[in-house]
């Protein structure tokens, strides 16, 4: 399988815990995005990285939220601290320099915060 | 006032029927516009560009009303597969994240 995949696809924790999650994108695709979507709702613009470098974050970012992306291949975005708030689908994507809007989504992580 | 808006319906039409539903965008400067479908707990797919002239993909055409700063999709012939969410998609020029709307639910019934 070439698309973009995630890890975990599950992730329930409590309140106060880190979490950290994985996104693999596409090999050939240098710019990645994370979004998180709540139910009833689209997907949100978290952060955006092309190759290593991240370029763009949201303000939804708190900075009890980190992600990285070393070499420019795999991200991780890690938690701290989470809140009830912080449950959602958190999707990974990404999109090659020639087709930079045409994004690939991975399947998500879905976090529960208990 | 949201960025990109659609309405969530849900559609529910019987299989071989024709729908069409439209999203507003609020910012003029808006540059690209997709359209994505997304099936139940599962990832957002692009579904088709949406360019100036309008276009067509198969039994789906989008089209762009810059003036009026809407979109809008039309299925024709649905199929019990189209049943999913549409999420309605807008790019503002030099930037590369994706603002969605929420989306509209069709449901296609035999």
């Known amino acids: 399988d070439t698309g973009v995949s995630q890890d975990p696809r599950h992730k329930i924790t409590k309140r106060g815990q880190n979490v950290t999650f994985r996104c693999d994108p596409i090999s050939e695709h240098n710019r990645l995005y994370w979004y998180r979507q709540t139910l009833g709702q689209g997907p949100e613009f978290l952060t955006y990285?092309?190759?290593?470098?991240?370029?763009?974050k949201s303000r939804l970012l708190s900075d009890r939220f980190s992600a990285e992306r070393p070499k420019g291949s795999f991200s991780t975005l890690e938690i701290q601290r989470t809140e009830q708030g912080d449950s959602a689908m958190y999707l990974c994507a990404s999109s090659n320099r020639d087709r930079v809007l045409e994004q690939y989504f991975g399947p998500g992580t879905r976090l529960t915060v208990t | 006032r949201k960025e990109v808006e659609q309405d969530p319906g849900p559609f529910n039409v019987p299989e071989g029927a024709t729908v069409a539903f439209n999203c507003t965008y609020s910012n003029s400067a808006s540059q690209s516009f997709f359209w994505y479908r997304q099936d139940c707990r599962k990832e957002p797919k692009l579904l088709m560009s949406v360019y100036s002239s309008g276009n067509e993909d198969g039994r789906f055409t989008a089209q762009l009303n810059r003036a009026s700063q809407y979109i809008s999709l039309l299925i024709r012939d649905s199929k019990l597969s189209d049943s999913a969410t549409y999420l309605c998609v807008v790019n503002m020029r030099n930037d590369y994240k994706l603002s969605f709307g929420a989306g509209t639910t069709v449901t296609v019934r035999a």
């Open positions: 990285f092309q190759n290593e470098a991240q370029l763009e």
